[in-house]
């Protein structure tokens, strides 16, 4: 293993180190004029596409992905990362501090959707959620 890889393993991934990433690769290959607000948000749909066609057809699979090769939980992670990093560099460009707006979103839903209220419940006055 390189010198790099072995600082990137026992690097804390952190939403701003990630976001500090992406706006490097983009200013080392002058693709800065690319990543505007729309063009990312239009990769990111692109990769949730993708990352759609994963699950296509296989009808529902149980937690953890037991049955899955190990290329086909690495191709899985490949596309999650495509979605969070074009996630991540969009609220960038857009000034949005997203890690501060997650929080402030988790704080958000827990007041709309009070424990006791919503236990058995899904939350949009739909069905029971079924039981694991
Ligand atoms: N203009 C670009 C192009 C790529 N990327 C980065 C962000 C994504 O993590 C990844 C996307 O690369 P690809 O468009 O090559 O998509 P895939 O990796 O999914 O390849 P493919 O579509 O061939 O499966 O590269 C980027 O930041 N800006």
Redesign the pocket.
Known sequence: MTGAATEERDERVTLDLLTKK?DD??RERN?ER??SPRNLLL?LVG?VG?LSEIFQWKGEVPKGLPDWKDEEKQHLG??L??VL??LV?LSDICGVDLGKAALRKVQLNALKYPVNVQNNSNGDGGSEQPSD
């Open positions: 992406m690769f983009a693709w690319f990543h990769a990769e993708e490949e596309e990362s495509d990093l074009y560099r």
